[in-house]
């Protein structure tokens, strides 16, 4: 299956096959990154991500020791994060048909961050 989307401009797109999981994070990395206080990614090998559009690679801000956030240079949207190791964690709202069933959290990081608010409407919510 290739999966595809970019951001808000269309300057920064992707295909991408082969991921490998979803998973969503409540992090304070990932909620100034992406805007939320919960974002959910796909992760793909690096080697299964193709960066199809006119802005190529995604521009990128060095976050941890490991990692680098990706966003759009044009637009700002947030793309995902690229990893030292082979990995890339793509948001899951960047994907053009992004309702699938993959795309579900298999696990949550930093389950201590969600929001009291959360917690509160889903109380039995796994994620």
Not at 16 to 30: D, F, W
């Amino acid at each position: 299956m290739k999966l595809s989307g970019g951001c808000l401009c269309g300057f920064i797109s992707f295909t991408a096959v082969n991921p490998s999981s979803s998973h969503s994070c409540s992090c304070g990395i990932c909620q100034k990154h992406s805007g939320c206080q919960t974002a959910v990614w796909l992760e793909f090998h690096s080697d299964d991500v193709e960066w199809t559009g006119e802005g190529g690679v995604p521009s990128l801000f060095r976050s941890s020791a490991s990692s680098s956030r990706a966003f759009c240079g044009r637009c700002g949207t947030s793309v995902g994060a690229i990893d030292d190791s082979p990995v890339i964690a793509l948001l899951s709202g960047i994907f053009d048909h992004n309702e699938q069933a993959l795309f579900s959290p298999q696990s949550h990081s930093f389950e201590d961050m969600k929001p009291e608010w959360w917690r509160k409407i889903m109380p039995d919510a796994a994620v």
